[in-house]
């Protein structure tokens, strides 16, 4: 029996998506189902579940030698357990053993939803050639993951690279992670948005109050939507920057609805950058938009997936895309 494929998992506070990945890292199957992220543990499983049953009844089945899994964290890789802040309904939920069980035994790998968006990028995306890397989701939340060596490093528990709760503002506002000053509490898209509000910023007629609003206000030459966004790409150079110093990455590939705004992000960030990298080795560091989309967490979840042979104990080691 040919067991070439694998099967991926990418939950969030939205969604629950899963797929059939080859080897190439193309999806041949879908299965998708919506997050109940303010019920109970089992509600939330039982989605998990649903989605895998969808999988499972596919005839490519039978070629699945390994689960994926991309999450939104904290994650902790190294119990097989998880604790997303938008499900509260999961403290500590045992997913790898139970995805383990209700695939019959496979070998399951587990990441944080920004490390997995790295495993992709890396492998099929803007970082693919590049051997240290930090790729970065800057939307709802901003959560991100390192490639060091050539190889995703998603560290003992699954987070490494949570460049989100950097602090780059000591005397910042409290993030919700109880620290302060935290990139994602100045650039994650619902930041933007409260800043521009807090500031003066008025909607549009059709109300609508996103970041993706205060973008296109920006474009149009919006002084408070434009300060807005100077503020976040501040922010992100300096997390950036940060972390370039400390790990020596050649290239920063951001992703996510934040991202999408182009310009009015990464020609801010590119100029502040300037100013946070400074030193010899961190002077050519690349920025780029992602590429991967949002497919980028399921083809990102089936690169860990590959790492993990069949047969072995549940759970996830460090892993390299193929």
Partial sequence: ?????????????????????????????????????????????????????????????????????????PVDASAGTVSPVNVPGWRGFPLVERVGAATGGL????????????AAEHWLGAARGYDNALCMVVSTGVGGGLVLGGKLHPGPSGNAGHIGHISVDLDGDLCPCGARGCVERLASGPNIARRALENGWLPGPDGDA?????????????????????????????????????????????GGGVAGAGDVLFAPLRRFLRDYATLSFVQQLTVAPAVMGTDAGLVGAAAAASAVRPGRANGVRAVAAP
């Fill in 210 to 254: 996103t970041a993706a609003a205060v973008a296109a206000a920006a474009r149009a030459g919006d002084p408070v939507a434009v300060a807005s966004y100077e503020r976040a790409a501040q922010a992100l150079a300096a997390g950036i920057a940060a972390t370039a110093t400390l790990a020596e990455i050649d290239i920063a590939v951001i």
């Fill in 107 to 118: 070998a399951v790998a587990l990441v944080g939803d920004g490390v997995a968006m790295t």
């Fill in 1 to 73: 029996m040919h067991t070439d494929l694998v099967a991926a998992l990418d939950i969030g506070g939205t969604k629950i998506a899963g797929a059939l990945v080859d080897g190439g890292g193309t999806l041949l199957h879908r299965a998708q189902r919506p997050t109940p992220a303010h019920e109970d543990a089992e509600t939330v499983m039982a989605a998990v579940s649903g989605v895998l049953s969808e999988l499972k009844a596919s005839t490519l089945w039978s070629r699945v030698s390994a689960v994926g899994i991309g999450s939104a964290g």
